[in-house]
């Protein structure tokens, strides 16, 4: 799965036609993240720009002297070109620069890596409601004081995790029961 984010330097969307033809457009290219700048919207024009984006919007710079920006979630970028941290470098396989739509400003596109979780063991997660059920608190102090008393010379940190493995030995235990 790709994600595409798009910037484009819109010269004011006031004009509803242009607006329109400008929201069509980008729904045409089917844009995952679309930020569109120097739209001059200002707070009284939010509601019913929403209505005609018919879709997620955010509105960041709202102000009443028409120098704002409609941006789709928030990122920091520039005219023609994204700013990216050194540390998201390497993931920016695809990087294109199109020319633009009602504007003398270009299309940016930016398609990162997404992170695709691999299939297996994956991360504990507990079921909170469990900590309110008595037989369980004790089974954990239990199985705690004991862990803590038969591995008392370990460092802290090693501690720690046996402590935390012995708690997820007798959630998963526990459940099965339930």
């Known amino acids: 799965m ?19 033809q ?5 729904k045409v290219k089917s844009y ?38 409609h941006s789709l979630p928030i990122i920091y970028s520039r005219l023609d070109y994204f700013i990216i941290s050194e540390y998201l470098r390497n993931t920016i396989p695809k990087c294109d620069i199109k020319p633009g739509y009602k504007t003398d400003h270009s299309t940016v596109l ?9 299939r ?11 900590i309110n059920h008595t037989e369980y608190q004790n089974q954990i ?14 460092n802290p940190n090693t501690l720690w995790e046996l402590i935390k493995g012995t708690i997820r030995n ?3 235990k526990y459940f099965t029961y339930i």
């Open 110 to 118: 930016l398609t990162p890596n997404t992170l695709e979780q691999k």
């Open 22 to 26: 400008v929201f069509k457009y980008i």
């Open 120 to 130: 297996g063991p994956g991360y504990f997660k507990i079921n909170n409601n469990i």
């Open 170 to 172: 007798i959630y998963i």
């Open 32 to 69: 995952d993240v679309i930020f569109l700048q120097e739209t001059h919207s200002d707070a009284s024009t939010s509601q019913s720009w929403k209505r005609e984006w018919d879709g997620c919007s955010f509105f960041s710079g709202l102000k009443s002297n028409k120098k704002a920006s």
């Open 2 to 20: 790709s994600v595409t984010f798009c910037t484009l330097n819109t010269k004011r969307l006031g004009n509803k036609q242009k607006r329109l």
């Open 141 to 154: 102090k239990t199985a705690i004081m004991e862990t803590v008393q038969i591995n008392s010379n370990y």
